[in-house]
């Protein structure tokens, strides 16, 4: 695993950049970037204070919407937590490739796959969102009604134009769809 950033960590993680500071602080973490296999691109949150109420440390993970995977460590308390950071609405920010491989672009998406399986795999399914509102409105297309909700800038479509993407890929999650509107797109 490789040690990442501070602000990348926050930015990735969904909380501030205050709140990891103050973890270190009270040595409560390290913050870890899986680089290698089935871990590449998954964030892993590691407590290493022995003397760190493990219940409060698991009710943390969970609010996080981490998934804990074990309780165990250096004679007390250590957890590692890893975040499963994404449901089914969620909007994104992800770098897509070109498809010449010349580059890549960050643009905004809808996590379409489903919680369950975001526990089995490291990646997800997506559908394009747009800010070009589109000529002719296909039976497969949707206007985003509470796009502001959403963490958009400006009125957006959503295009059937799925990808898989795996969590490297995506940069951050920009907010979440209304109710209306995830039901719209479905």
């Not at 973890?23 to 899986?34: M, T, V």
């Not at 290493?48 to 981490?66: N, R």
């Not at 799925?162 to 995830?182: C, E, M, N, P, W």
Request: negative net charge; aromatic residues 6%.
């Amino acid at each position: 695993m490789a040690l990442i950033p501070l602000a990348l960590a926050a930015q990735r993680l969904g909380v501030s950049e205050e709140t990891i500071k103050d973890w270190a602080q009270r040595g409560l973490l390290s913050i870890h970037l899986g680089s290698s296999g089935s871990s590449k691109g998954v964030l892993s949150l590691i407590v290493v204070q022995e003397l760190v109420d493990e219940d409060e440390l698991v009710e943390v993970a969970e609010s996080l919407g981490w998934l804990q995977l074990s309780a165990e460590g250096w004679g007390g308390v250590s957890l590692m937590a890893v975040r499963h950071p994404f449901r089914r609405g969620d909007v994104v920010l992800v770098s897509f490739p070109f498809s010449d491989a010349s580059g890549q672009k960050e643009r905004p998406a809808i996590v379409l796959s489903a919680d369950d399986y975001h526990e089995e795999w490291n990646e997800v399914l997506v559908v394009a969102i747009t800010s070009r509102q589109p000529k002719t409105l296909r039976k497969t297309d949707c206007e985003l009604k509470d796009w502001r909700m959403a963490g958009l800038k400006q009125p957006s479509w959503v295009r059937s134009h799925l990808a898989t993407v795996h969590y490297q890929f995506v940069v951050r999650k920009i907010g979440v769809l209304s109710q209306r509107d995830l039901q719209a797109v479905e």
